[in-house]
Structures are given as C-alpha cells and as structure tokens.
Antibody, heavy 118, light 109 residues
Framework: QVQLVQSGAEVKKPGASVKVSCKASGYTFTSYGISWVRQAPGQGLEWMGW????????NYAQKLQGRVTMTTDTSTSTAYMELRSLRSDDTAVYYC???????????WGQGTLVTVSS | EIVMTQSPATLSVSPGERATLSCRASQSVSSNLAWYQQKPGQAPRLLIYGASTRATGIPARFSGSGSGTEFTLTISSLQSEDFAVYYC???????????FGQGTKVEIK
C-alpha cells in the first residue's frame, strides 16, 4: 500500500537547522509531488511548500522563503525538508504528503515533532 | 493569497445526528477544494476532493457540495469515530500555493 514514513522527533536550539525525511513506498515516486505541511501545538495546518519528485522543481510558501529547502533522492524514494535559523515558533509537527497533480494531499506521513527550545 | 474561512469553530452534535460544516473562500476556487479529517495525535486524512468526490474508502455518510466560494461538508449520521477536526483546503491558486481553513472541531454533545 502507499505509505510515507517520516524520521523521528527532533529537539533543536534556536538558530539551528533541522532536516526531516519522508520515505515513500508503494507507488512510483517520480510520478507525484510531495508537499510539506506543519501544525503548531493546538493550531491548524500550514502549507510550507512543494517539490516535484520528477524534476525537483519547488514552490515555497512566501513566509518561509529563504529558510526552507526541499529536496528529493529518487534512488531511495525519499523527500527531505530542511528548515534553518529555527525559532521557538517553528515548534510544530511537520507532515509530508503526496500531492495528486498539484491538487489534493493523499496520503500523509505520520508526522515528525520538531521542538525548538534553548 | 486565498483565505479560507471555516464555520463554526466548534460544532456540538449528538451521535446519529447530522452535522453541517461550512468553508468559504475569499475568491472563487471553482471546485478545487478538498476536505480532511484529523483525529487527535493522527495525521490528516483525505475525505473529499473536487468539492464533492469521496476519496477511496470514505463512507457514504460523508458528502461535499458547493463551488466558487461557498462549500459544505455534511456528515449525515454522526458515528463515534467521526468526532474530529475537519479542514478544508483550496488548490485552485497555483502558484503561489495552497491554503487551509482554520478547522472545525466536531465534538460530542
């Protein structure tokens, strides 16, 4: 079955960087894009950006431009999201999701908690 | 950026009753709207796409309607497993990107 499995929880200090992985299985990785969505504690969903697994094209949310980089490794069917210059308000659960033709997200990974604290 | 506004923020419903959730877009998104369900501690799950098409495996008690700027998710007879938070998402505006509503929590009355 189609599955996205994310890396484990991270604790980082302010100013540091974090890189979260998302390993896909059960489908042709390069036929879909991957989006990243985050959710701060008790809050709603915030779209962060998208990457094409076919050609590596990206589109990032304006709010995160300059701090976020999304990449893929097609040899291992894995997507990565790196966020730099972490602040306390970056504390959130980070989700990856497969994107259907620049449309809806299905399925989602299980989420990765990133805690930013001094 | 297209702003998605959901109402109400919280909906209290008894099991077996009907629930109606609303999602409004700040400008037309045609039928390019999806609904997701999220239970505590879990990732969101796709329920509806194209405003009215149920995703694979989604029970028929879930239905979506609307187009343009006004959308509705209806749960015809609430089951215990349906108490969760529901989000709408527009995918009409690309670029710059996609946006979610702030969510509606469906709780037991």
């Amino acid at each position: 079955q189609v599955q996205l499995v994310q890396s484990g929880a991270e604790v980082k200090k302010p100013g540091a960087s974090v890189k979260v992985s998302c390993k896909a299985s059960g489908y042709t990785f390069t036929s879909y894009g991957i989006s990243w969505v985050r959710q701060a504690p008790g809050q709603g969903l915030e779209w962060m950006g998208w990457i094409s697994a076919y050609n590596g094209n990206t589109n990032y949310a304006q709010k995160l431009q300059g701090r976020v980089t999304m990449t893929t490794d097609t040899s291992t069917s894995t997507a990565y999201m790196e966020l730099r210059s972490l602040r306390s308000d970056d504390t959130a659960v980070y989700y990856c999701a497969r994107v259907w033709a620049l449309n809806w997200f299905d399925p989602w990974g299980q989420g990765t908690l990133v805690t930013v604290s001094s | 950026e297209i702003v998605m506004t959901q109402s109400p923020a919280t909906l209290s419903v008894s099991p077996g009753e009907r629930a109606t959730l609303s999602c409004r877009a700040s400008q037309s998104v045609s039928s390019n709207l999806a609904w997701y369900q999220q239970k505590p501690g879990q990732a969101p799950r796709l329920l509806i796409y194209g405003a009215s098409t149920r995703a694979t495996g989604i029970p028929a008690r879930f239905s979506g309607s609307g187009s343009g700027t006004e959308f509705t998710l209806t749960i015809s007879s609430l089951q215990s497993e349906d108490f969760a938070v529901y989000y709408c998402q527009q995918y009409n505006n690309w670029p710059p990107g996609w946006t979610f509503g702030q969510g509606t929590k469906v709780e037991i009355k």
